[in-house]
């Protein structure tokens, strides 16, 4: 457990992340607020759009891009580009219709001149300003290529675009190459060899298909030995993952432990004691032994009657000595036995398969070889028949391109625009929008962040420089419950370590303010203590606000009965006991106290360690570390203080100054615990880690999560 509270540096306390900054997590807490600023910014911008907008006119041309000549007089033949053939060829008519030297030309004209040209504007720079409001679109699967040139006048910009189309078209039609022998021969030539190599490759591919015994080949597809390969090697890990087991299982039977014993003779020790046909014997014969120690009573030593029964006597310490000693013998041997039994049988079957395992996988590594040389045959030959492909369409094309009119024509010409397409207003719409998704996240992030309160572990632990030994977090359905369940055990496997090592009779557990779950955890952790073999009991002294799950059928009789009692008239304390029911430990109540605070009157010393000759353990309830002065008084008694600090309700300031009351009190150990940390399901460490308890299963998390997350 931590050592005493002490006072971190403020190097020590930047060093330590808090986890606090969980953008998602604000975003989640805060949705509706979110929603509302968003949806108000978005709002305020229609009415400055409305106000500040200007007016934008389009004047627009449409060029028809064919993807099929058509059939001149000379020839009946018609020629299809295929779909990558076209796609490209579109791609290029588009960025020609923007080249310099187009609109470079198109500027020569007067009437572009006149209705382009701005006063004292160079050409150079009229090109500049053509180009940027030219605008050339073309949609995948779509012909037509459409030519849009935008300004803040309607005049002109019809003439502007039919007279770039114009030069355009006259320049692609002067642009097209035309037919050639000698490159239709080189072709011809090319085609006969690719032929030649999809033969070669087809033998080659059969080939294998017929020592395989397969018919097709496909990617993807499982080869039969790697089941056999997978099922083998798993079952041969868990074989060696079992020996293994086995072997470790028998090294911490014979590993010694702190006193010298061996495990196996603390275990053997622990079964002998539990044994009920022993128990029983024993109980007999210690009955015929006070049997026979009260006949002797009042009989000298002379007495026939005594002697015989003080020899009865020692035969029955020698046979109960010899029975426990046969009994422990024979567990010590069926153990051993029965650890050196599964070793050789794991041994056994992990050899046994790691055979196998070779065997299969060197028919696995044969058909993946000769599987993998058929799918790389299969991707050239179909590599080929598409080189085979573009050949063919090449040829054809050349045979015909010299008199075919060509793909490219005029569909629409551009026509003076009457109305404006646009007010400027949806750019200022969008900043708006911008703007309020922005603020939709800003201003819930930063409400969390100003919220001091603390919530998570590392905010405790840059406080009291240690880190909490555990946090519980908010049950409220059965996983919560669970996960909470388990923290707890771990703290009591704490409190039991500390107990076996330091030899810690007492534990004192406050909260920083009132409804920590002080009392909640007091009574989980003495049950769950209990249940591990350490004697627990939880004593309630609280008189600050009493607990009725601490009450028994004399719940106005406790720990207040004993310290106000006469010294002429002694209860005893553990007559007081309520014993433990199927959820709760044995406990103390405080009993009936006309006062909030606490009335020891020196006695409560004298109470603790008549309740330690019962108990292991003793846990003890006691109020809020900043309300009462109970929890000082009661720290200085105990062999350790774990603070409980309720998440989202305590403020840093609150657990620095009980901080400060422990350093005071300086006890000889000190812990902290966060109870009731809240969950959100949409994200964060607690929400991730709560998940993978539910499934068992690690989560992988991308980069945008990492970022918004942690």
Do not use: C
Request: proline fraction near 5%.
């Amino acid at each position: 457990m931590p050592p005493p509270v002490s006072t971190a540096s403020s190097t020590e306390e930047h060093s330590i992340s808090t986890g606090r900054f969980k953008p998602l997590v604000s975003l989640l807490k805060y949705k509706w607020l979110a929603l509302l600023i968003f949806v108000l910014v978005s709002a305020l911008g229609v009415p400055v759009a409305l106000k500040t907008g200007q007016s934008v006119y389009m004047a627009q041309a449409v060029v028809l891009v064919s993807p099929k000549f058509i059939p001149t007089l000379d020839s009946e033949r018609g020629m299809d580009l295929n779909r990558n053939n076209y796609i490209l060829y579109v791609k290029q008519q588009t960025n020609m219709i923007r080249r310099s030297d187009v609109l470079q030309e198109a500027l020569q004209r007067p009437e572009v001149r006149k209705n382009w040209l701005l006063p004292e504007e160079t050409d150079k720079q009229a090109q500049s300003r053509l180009k940027k409001a030219l605008k050339v679109k073309s949609q995948r699967n779509n012909p037509f290529i459409t030519v849009q040139l935008t300004g803040s006048s309607a005049k002109g910009l019809d003439i502007v675009v039919n007279s770039i189309v114009e030069v355009y078209l006259k320049k692609a039609k002067a642009e097209i190459f035309y037919d050639s022998d000698g490159r239709i021969k080189k072709l011809n030539k090319r085609r006969e060899e690719l032929e030649r190599l999809i033969s070669e490759k087809h033998k080659h591919r059969m080939g294998i298909a017929e020592e395989l015994g397969v018919t097709t080949f496909q990617e993807n597809r499982l080869n039969p030995y790697d089941d056999i390969l997978i099922e083998n090697t798993s079952a041969f890990t868990l074989a060696r993952r079992q020996r293994v087991e086995a072997e470790t299982r028998l090294a911490a039977l014979k590993k010694q432990q702190l006193h010298g014993k061996t495990t196996l003779e603390t275990l053997v020790r622990e079964m002998v004691a539990n044994d009920r046909v022993l128990t029983s014997y024993k109980m007999k014969l210690i009955e015929r032994r006070t049997e026979l120690l009260t006949q002797t009573l009042g009989l000298t030593s002379k007495h026939p009657s005594k002697r015989r029964a003080e020899r009865e006597i020692a035969q029955i310490d020698q046979e109960m000595e010899r029975a426990t000693r046969d009994l422990y013998q024979e567990i010590r041997d069926r153990l051993l036995e029965k650890a050196q039994a599964e070793i050789y049988q794991t041994q056994r079957l992990e050899q046994a398969l790691a055979g196998e395992i070779e065997l299969q996988r060197t028919k696995a590594i044969h058909y993946a070889n000769l599987y993998n040389k058929a799918l790389v045959l299969n991707k050239e030959i179909l590599r080929t028949y598409k080189q085979l492909n573009k050949i063919n369409n090449r040829i054809d094309f050349l045979t015909v391109e010299a008199t075919a009119p060509g793909f490219i024509r005029l569909n629409t010409s551009a026509t003076p625009p009457r109305y404006p397409i646009k007010g400027g207003r949806k750019q200022i719409v969008l900043i708006f929008v911008v703007v309020a998704l922005g603020l939709g996240i800003a201003v819930p992030i930063l409400i969390d962040m100003l919220d001091r309160r603390i919530r998570t572990p590392g905010e405790v632990h840059k406080i009291l420089g240690f880190p909490p030994m555990a946090w519980i977090l908010e049950r409220y359905n059965r996983s919560t419950e669970q996960l909470a369940t388990d923290y707890l055990r771990r703290m009591a496997l704490a409190l039991e370590r500390d107990w076996h090592t330091h030899e810690t009779t007492g534990f004192v557990l406050t909260s920083v303010k009132p409804g920590g779950g002080t009392t909640t955890l007091t009574l989980e952790l003495a049950h769950l203590l209990s249940e591990l073999g350490v004697n627990t009991l939880a004593v309630e002294l609280n008189a600050f606000q009493p607990d009725p799950r601490y009450g028994g059928a004399t719940s106005s009789q406790g720990l207040t009965t004993l310290l106000n009692q006469d010294s002429d008239r002694v209860l005893s304390p553990e007559m007081l006991i309520v014993p433990a029911t199927a959820d709760l430990p044995d406990r103390l109540p405080v009993g009936d106290t006309p006062k909030r605070h606490l009335a020891t009157y020196g006695k409560l010393r004298s109470v603790l360690k008549q309740l330690n000759a019962h108990y292991d353990l003793i846990l003890m309830d006691t109020p809020p570390l900043l309300l009462s002065a109970d929890a000082e008084l009661l720290g200085e008694m105990a062999g350790g203080v774990l603070l409980v600090v309720e998440a989202s309700v305590v403020m840093p300031g609150e657990l620095k100054r009980a901080a400060q009351l422990l350093e005071r009190l300086n006890p000889p150990v000190v812990g902290s615990v966060l109870n009731r940390v809240e969950v959100f399901r949409g994200g964060g460490y607690f929400a991730e880690l709560l998940e993978e308890y539910e499934t068992g299963g690690k989560l992988k998390r991308g980069l945008l999560k990492r970022l918004l997350w942690h």
